[in-house]
């Protein structure tokens, strides 16, 4: 996405609709640029960020992303809390503030 | 020795001989039928999105892949090669260029199909060049990592069996907290079932609230059903990549799952490509004839409503809503009508987008192109025909039977700004659902049964 790329200043390092290329590129700064893209308005709270260590550790030990009912049981949160912390989901919301790459498959 | 042969690389050899084992009757039908008319030009979404480059006329890369069909398995191309452009390939550099073609520049859709004249299946022959390129590992990143977790793990996420089992528990949880009824089950593996009930990995990796959805329908119905512990993924990247053993393998799967639980019927959900895919071709794939009956959730759905098994208010879905077809449902399928008929059944304000059933376009996703991020911006790009049939509509949801197309939706309007919601049928049924009465009955029940049991422990 244009915007981002110029606020980060990374033209290469965003995939496509806003996902990064590269996790290690990922900072406390981009995720909240990412946050604010992505319909997380008010800034990241210390729920988003339970999920986004979460999600991140996940797929650097695992190369993906967990499955959503890991990230419920694992960060003690309810799904609807989930879906209110990230109100584009899991994959383009979590993953992506995250700074996963963009998972493969029908997704 | 063959000097011809030995001017081509190993892979585009390959490629060459594979074509004379794939060559179907009908397909040697399509590449031959072609009288070059142009019809089929503005039916492609790729087309309408980029005028004045004829390198997405789907003649044009039909004809990428027919060079070589003429050159090597014709005989006209034999007797004149140049009157009939015969042609073949020689480098791996060449094998490229064609990926570039028949991955990157068609979905596989069909809307050119059902436009030409002659019949031409354009779709058909551009899959089965996948599926040569394929055979020497030329394709898309995203494809072969797709395909390999299908065909390694079992299904195209790479879910584990035991994160499968628990995701369904944990819905069967949600299921009994809503119905107030801590005996309600999402029986899993359960022989004899009326139905078995199979989805795409997505509801269970990412989003499961499709499965609950399904799951308060068959409960408000009474359905007598089961999901399968193993062969549950109903998606199916041979499809897309050309791979019919693939595509026979993924599918057999859940045709010896259904024959091992001696359910009655299969019963798909959403899914575009996983409906064509495990009923329409997997049979021919997995070269098996299947002893019971396949269909739609769609159909399941509206039979119960029309049965009087579930009751719907519309009034519970405000707002105004369209319909797309995936590609796949409408044009390979002929799943049309149905969905619209349940659609009018569960919201008040349903709006039809112009050009629709057999002649929509596509969601630009379709033929796996999700998973191909190298050509997400071109994608996009083409997207632009179907961003502006949404607008047009003036409404604020649209629906679809596919979880492709959710998907490929979300990012177009997502691009275009559009600001409008996705949602499929199985949620806008379970949310009209007149439960209620249910809940409360049970609520009451199961509230008595705790005074009977804790007066009697007393
Ligand atoms: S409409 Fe059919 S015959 Fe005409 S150019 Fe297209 S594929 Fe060929
Ligand atoms: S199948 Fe669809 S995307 Fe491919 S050429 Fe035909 S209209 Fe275009």
Known sequence: ?107 | MNTEKNKRSYKAQKVIDRMGQKLTRQMVGSLTACVHCGMCTDSCHYVLANPGDPTFAPAYKADKIRKLFKQHYDWTGKVFPKWVKAGSVYTDEELQELKDIVFGKCTNCRRCTVNCPMGVDLATFNRMARGLLCHVGIMPEGVEYVAKEQWEIGNQMGVLKEDYIETVEWQEEELQSEMEDPTAKIPIDKPDSNIVYVINPREIKHDPRSILDAAKIFYAAGEDYTMPSEGWDMTNFGLFNGDDELGGAVAGRVYDKVEELRGKKLVISECGHGYRSTRCEGPNWAKKDITFDAESSVITMLEYIKQGKIKVDKTKNPGSYTFHDSCNNARSCGLTEEPRELLSLVVEDFREMYPNRAENYCCTGGGGAMSMAEYRPSRLKSAKIKADQLAATGTKTVVTSCHNCVDGLTDLIGHYKLGMDVTQLVNLVANALVIDDIVEENKKKYAEKEEVSSGSAQ
């Open chain 1, 1 to 107: 996405m244009e915007t981002t790329d110029i606020k980060t200043g990374n033209k290469e390092t965003f995939h496509c609709e806003d996902f990064l290329n590269d996790i290690d590129f990922w900072s406390i700064d981009i995720a909240e640029i990412l946050a604010k893209d992505n319909k997380i308005a008010d800034g990241l709270t210390a729920d988003h960020w339970k999920v986004i260590m979460y999600v991140r550790e996940h797929y650097l030990k695992y190369e993906r992303g967990p499955e959503i009912v890991k990230v419920v049981k694992d960060c003690g949160i309810s799904f609807k809390d989930l879906c209110n912390l990230f109100p584009c989901g899991l994959v383009r919301g979590a993953y992506k503030v995250a700074g996963l790459p963009r998972p493969h498959g029908c997704i």
